[in-house]
């Protein structure tokens, strides 16, 4: 059952017991309520921040891909393919790996 407030004289005429009892449950329906709006402010706000994330993602791929076929950035990463002058993972010299090869470069870490 929702809670349904009480008008001023609706309130008066209640004994000092009955007061305090409709207080209780004021309180209690607008703490729920404020908890409520709360969660789906948060999911809202985690809504947005996936969504950013993914757009953000892609403009670095779409930006990378058009820098990785400059002649400075392709020199750049044969040097960073070099022994030690990089400190990636197996796993993210694999995935680098995978990215060169779609973009038809040849320097392999």
């Known amino acids: 059952m ?10 008066l005429r209640l004994s000092k017991d009955e007061q305090i009892k409709y207080w209780e449950e004021f ?3 607008y703490t729920e309520q404020k908890k409520k709006l ?5 999911e809202e706000e985690q809504k947005a921040k996936t969504k950013n994330k993914k757009k953000i993602d892609h403009a670095t791929f779409v930006l990378f891909g058009a820098l990785i076929q400059q002649d ?5 990463v044969a ?8 400190s990636f993972t197996d796993r993210e010299k694999e995935d680098i790996n995978l990215l060169l090869e779609s973009r ?6």
């Open 27 to 29: 309180k209690s329906y």
């Open 79 to 86: 040097r960073m393919a070099q022994n030690g002058n990089n």
């Open 2 to 11: 929702a809670f349904k407030e009480k008008s001023e004289k609706e309130l």
């Open 72 to 76: 400075a950035v392709k020199s750049l």
């Open 38 to 42: 709360q969660k789906r402010i948060h």
């Open 104 to 109: 038809k470069i040849e320097t392999r870490f």
